[in-house]
């Protein structure tokens, strides 16, 4: 099969496609003949060596796919109500960026009525990701208000749609005001340009100094601290990414008055079992919501498997609204 590999740890030139063994599904396990396969930061951290390939996993790049099912797992396949033809989108760990990659039968999503392989393609990395650390750990409920930082990145337009649509108000922060603007477009309630506000102060004014519920922070440095002030009465910051470094001060006693929570994760190295329970409560709670229209994929640009380079150039640019996609002929 096609593939694309990381030939060496550097710049985005490093992405080479190349020819690989077939992976082969093992127990509890399909394999997906790929028709598209996104494109995320943990990508470009792998491909510049800061992002280790969790043991087990493929060293090929890529964490998201949609595409038929080939083959697999009868017993578990039969169990999840799933069939060799089905259309699946599916989280990995790894082997997206190939032509066929195998994924845990749990971790299998049926592509929502009404979306293309590309679309579908966009979303289990993202979804996910906000499912667990929006909803599971910081416990964003309805009539609360999250903070977003990076309303137009793959997560940022995720946890706007979904956070709107489950009945939360949506701060969110952007570089610019065409992106702010794109963040209102998609239900957020207010727009930040943090390069010309100061974001601590804006959401000040905008919460009458009640502060927001939730954060939903990819920067993590500095912005800690500042985020810590924005959090109203038993509010929760939620980390993870740490784009502005990993070193941060807080004011304790501001922890104890309010009572904040700060926590964080990574879902990459969770074991299947615990990807599988997001995966089921995405299936009830927010597939119903893609298929009716209430969310919607937000894809910027697609690219064909051998224009990845230029897939994760554009990333780093940060120039994109939503999501990048590659396809396979």
Known sequence: MQAVEISAYGAPDVLRLTERPMPIAGEGEVLIRVSASGVNRPDVLQRTGNYPVPPGASDIPGLEV????????????????????????????????????????????????????????????????????????????????????????????????????????????????????????????????????????????????????????????AYVTRELDCLAEDGRLVIIAVQGGVKAEINAGLVLRRRLTITGSTLRPRPVAFKAAIAQALRATVWPLLVSGRIKPVIFRVFKAGEAASAHALMESNQHIGKLVLTWS
């Not at 749990?106 to 929502?112: E, F, R």
């Not at 979303?123 to 903070?147: H, I, K, M, Y």
């Not at 477009?185 to 919460?207: C, P, R, S, W």
Request: charge should be negative; hydrophobic fraction near 50%; glycine fraction near 12%.
């Open 66 to 221: 949609a595409g038929v099912v080939e083959s697999g797992d009868a017993a578990a396949m039969a169990a999840a109500g799933l069939a060799v033809g089905d259309r699946v989108c599916a989280l990995v760990a790894g082997g997206g960026y190939a032509q066929f990659c195998v994924a845990p039968v749990g971790q299998c999503l049926p592509v929502p009525e009404g979306l293309d392989d590309v679309a579908a393609a966009s979303l289990p990395e993202t979804f996910f990701t906000v499912w667990s650390n929006v909803f599971d750990r910081a416990r964003l409920q309805t009539g609360e208000t999250l903070l977003i930082q990076g309303g137009t990145s793959g997560i940022g337009v995720t946890a706007i749609q979904m956070a709107k649509a489950l009945g939360a108000r949506v701060i969110t922060t952007a570089g610019s005001d065409d992106k702010c603007a794109a963040c209102l477009a998609l239900g957020a309630d207010h727009a930040i340009n943090y390069k010309a506000q100061d974001f601590v102060a804006a959401v000040a004014e905008i919460t009458r100094g009640q502060g927001v519920n939730v954060i939903l922070d990819m920067v993590a440095g």
